[in-house]
């Protein structure tokens, strides 16, 4: 009996059923194979294309960065002391009155220079010319009650005793004027020194009470500088040496001077002591209450490695600078005889002090090392540098603080 020809049954014959299987076992090696293929390509793509630029950067050399280099040099760099300050007049002065009284006549000018004893104020002392003069008579007739008893006494005429009361009339008369005078002379307002007045601080007809001020004095021939340094420094410093001070006010000029007291005391919450120094100053353009920043020009140092300031970097790991290195490159042969190439190392150095836009180097170069002065910024340890053709900018920029 054949099943496929039976009525009752229906299907596909047995030999299309067993070719189905075999068909989808090829269909997935195909697929296998073509997946496999595909995965090996981007591998071995990947592959390719990581060497391919691995070589490429091997190969490629950035362009040397254009820099500025400079020199280091030995020389005596000037021992400075630097601290800061204000300045002092040397005689100032508030011009009050010693006694109570209502003025009458004012007799300076606000900001006029002035001598010593000038008048600059007058109160109203008319009693006190009163009692003056009530004084000045009573001396008279004492002195004439003294003559009279002198001539009697030496003639017999008269007792001693007549003399010595007489003596006594005479002399209490005289220290009434003095007392008198000199009441009249405090009423009488001068100015105690040269100098310059400041603003006016009192009317005609005010009472001027004892100790009001009238006016400001001050000196401006001379000024004190006063500025503290610290205990360590403290041993570097004597009398009479020179003092330079600038100020604010006046940029780029330089005042001299000399230190004339030291204090001799260390203050002991600051650890700090205290300089003055006296400083002429002939134009009066200085002017008392003015920052000043001081330096103290201290004996020369030995010589030392300098370099220009904006070659050193400053950073939180240490002081250091680019220093520059010659190296023969290779010729294509495997003899180092090609072209020099210059290359910029970072190296850190121990810098000292900075003045006239030059940097102390204590440890780290020496004489004639090359390094670089501009162009830091674009640089990396180990970077090719070639030597810029642009002239450097003036170092310093701005005019020095001493």
Do not use: C
Not at 10 to 17: F, H, L, M, R
Request: hydrophobic letters at 40%; proline letters at 7%; charged letters at 20%.
């Amino acid at each position: 009996m054949n099943i496929v020809t039976e009525p009752k049954l229906s299907g596909k014959p047995i030999s299309e059923v067993r070719k189905r299987p075999v068909r989808m076992v090829r269909w997935f090696i195909i697929v296998g194979l073509a997946l496999a293929i595909l995965v090996g390509g981007l591998v071995w793509f990947n592959y390719f294309r990581g060497k391919m630029i691995a070589q490429f950067f091997a190969t490629m050399k950035p362009p040397p960065a254009s820099v500025n280099i400079a020199t280091a040099a030995t020389e005596v760099i000037p021992n400075l002391l630097t601290a800061v300050g204000d300045l002092a007049a040397v005689h100032q002065v508030n011009v009050t009155s010693d006694v109570n009284g209502r003025i009458t006549d004012i007799m300076f000018t606000p900001g006029s220079s002035v001598k010593a004893g000038t008048p600059l104020l007058q109160l109203f002392d008319g009693p006190d010319q009163g009692d003056l003069a009530n004084f000045k008579a009573q001396a008279t007739v004492a002195q004439l009650s003294l003559d009279r008893a002198k001539q009697l006494a030496s003639r017999q005429f008269g007792p001693q005793a007549t003399v010595d009361t007489a003596q006594a009339a005479f002399d209490q008369a005289n220290a009434g004027i003095a007392k008198t005078e000199a009441i009249i002379s405090q009423k009488l307002v001068r100015a105690p020194f040269d100098g310059e007045l400041g603003v006016r601080k009192v009317e005609v007809g005010q009472y001027l009470t004892a100790g009001t001020q009238i006016v400001s004095l001050t000196d401006l021939s001379v000024l004190y500088a006063n500025f503290t340094v610290t205990e360590k420094d403290s041993a570097a410093l004597k009398v009479d040496q020179v003092v330079r001070i600038a100020v604010d006010a006046y940029p780029g000029r330089r005042f001299e001077g000399k230190i004339t007291t030291i204090e001799p005391q260390i203050a002991t919450d600051t650890r700090n002591i205290r300089v003055q120094a006296t400083i002429a100053n002939p134009d009066r353009i200085l002017k008392p209450g003015m920052f000043a920043t001081t330096t103290v020009v201290l004996p020369d140092k030995p010589a030392v490695v300098t370099v220009p300031e904006t070659s050193v970097d400053y950073t939180l790991y240490g002081d250091s600078v680019y220093l520059i290195t010659e190296k023969k490159e290779d010729d294509g042969k495997g003899n180092p005889e090609g072209k020099t190439s210059l290359t910029a190392v970072r190296t850190f150095v121990k810098a000292g002090n900075r003045i006239n836009g030059r940097a102390e180097i204590l440890t780290g170069l020496k004489p004639g090392d090359r390094v670089v002065a501009v162009g830091q910024l674009k640089l990396q340890s180990g970077a090719a540098v070639a030597i810029s053709t642009d002239p450097t900018p003036p170092i310093p920029a701005t005019p020095p603080r001493y």
